[in-house]
Structure formats: structure tokens, C-alpha cells
């Protein structure tokens, strides 16, 4: 089975904080994000998900999340 990457862009409800990513679960990580489990986004509101690219490699997610 093949891995897919998702590069996820977050835009918190306030519209204040963004964040970029990269996962291959978007859905856990989007909870993560919003359960202030993730140390860069805690501090932010709850966050929409937006698709920004999806890659076949983690080293493709890697390269395309700093793009």
C-alpha cells in the first residue's frame, strides 16, 4: 500500500493564525490541532482545514510544506 501526504493549510476561526502542515491522517491531525495537542497551534482557536496538495512521498510533503 502506498502512502498519500496531505499539505494542509489552517486558518484559525478568528482568522488571525494560519499554519501549514503535512500528514498522511488529515482528520486526526486536524483534532490534534483543534485538542490543542500540537505544540505550535495550542494557543490558537479551533481551525478550518484546507487541502492545499496531495504527494506520494514524505519526502515530497516535506519539501512542498516549506514551498
Avoid at 31 to 58: G, I, Q
Wanted: no cysteine; charged share 35%.
Amino acid at each position: 500500500m502506498k502512502n498519500e501526504y496531505t499539505i494542509y493549510w489552517l486558518i484559525s476561526e478568528n482568522k488571525k493564525n494560519t499554519y501549514i502542515g503535512f500528514t498522511s491522517e488529515l482528520e486526526r491531525r486536524l483534532a490534534e490541532h483543534n485538542n490543542k495537542k500540537v505544540e505550535t497551534t495550542k494557543d490558537f482557536n479551533n481551525f478550518k482545514a484546507y487541502t492545499l496538495e496531495k504527494v506520494d512521498t514524505l519526502q515530497k510533503a516535506r519539501i512542498r510544506e516549506k514551498y
